[in-house]
């Protein structure tokens, strides 16, 4: 897949044959975020496979559905299933839902994953912000010619997740007695889970949690200047010495024992951005 201009157009103009206003904030909903569909006033909702260049996923956990609403008086744009890299789509196509969004008009975009514990003082169901994360997936969204009304060809990335947002959400999830985290994403291509020596290594270079998402949509997010909030469910504990194996309906069954803490934070933190 290449980027045109055109292939942007035709898909806004599909998504706009539907839906007219202009939606604030963007949302993934990822591992553990799916209960939040439930508090959107849902005025739309568009399946992937018909719409234009949007890749479809393959996980039973992700559904496919492009989901316009309001939550409170914000309205929103929510993603409710995303695809990555591990199912054979390239980074161009993992991402142009984001790239989409902000077309039609986003200026945040929160996300959420389930992530492994590399950090030993976690523990299951604990949630972590992300304020930083590593990249180690083997390809970049941004590689390739760069379309200048995207966004620059080099982005800086110092400082990829909001500040001020990450900010808000420590102090919402004090509010409601929701212990969280602070901590490091790496991200990795899957869809297997690590070896031994790879959490040890992971670990070493200053990861706190592992996944195979977010990370993507993240630098196509700041590539175009839209603010980032993410966080993880901390779903199994990578602990090298004592490795056990551990199943996805494990990690689905964790994850999905947090989902309520998480939108928590995040209901609040969407009605309490600007």
Do not use: W
Not at 27 to 51: A, C, D, H, R, W
Not at 77 to 102: C, D, N
Not at 109 to 126: I, P, V
């Amino acid at each position: 897949m290449i980027l045109k201009k055109s292939q942007f157009d035709e898909t806004l103009d599909y998504i706009r044959k539907y839906y007219s206003d202009t939606p604030e904030i963007g949302i993934v909903l990822g591992t553990g975020m799916g209960g939040l569909v439930e508090y959107i006033k849902i005025e739309k909702s568009l399946p992937y496979n018909f719409i234009p260049y949007f890749p479809i996923s393959t996980v039973e956990s992700h559904f496919g559905k492009l989901i316009f609403g309001k939550i409170g008086d914000k309205k929103v744009v929510a993603m409710q299933g995303r695809t990555h890299y591990y199912e054979g789509y390239s980074m161009l196509e993992v991402t142009y839902p984001i790239r989409i969004m902000k077309m039609l008009g986003i200026n945040k975009l929160f996300l959420s994953n389930a992530a492994g514990a590399l950090n030993l003082t976690y523990q299951k169901g604990d949630i972590m912000l992300i304020e930083d994360h590593i990249n180690l997936q083997p390809e970049n969204p941004l590689r390739g010619p760069n379309l200048d009304f995207l966004g620059p060809r080099f982005p800086d990335m110092s400082q990829p997740y909001d500040k001020e947002l990450i900010s808000k959400a420590e102090q919402i999830a004090k509010n409601q007695n929701i212990s969280v985290k602070k901590g490091v994403y790496v991200a990795v291509a899957g869809p297997n889970l690590e070896t031994r020596a790879e959490y040890r290594f992971l670990k070493t270079i200053g990861a706190d949690v592992v996944g195979m998402s977010t990370v993507p949509e993240v630098i196509v997010a700041n590539h175009m200047g839209v603010k980032t909030f993410a966080l993880s469910i901390v779903t199994d504990i990578c602990d090298p010495d004592h490795l056990k194996p551990v199943s996805v309906e494990e990690i689905i069954h964790v994850a999905k024992s947090s989902e309520p803490k998480v939108v928590k934070i995040l209901l609040d933190l969407v009605k309490e951005s600007h």
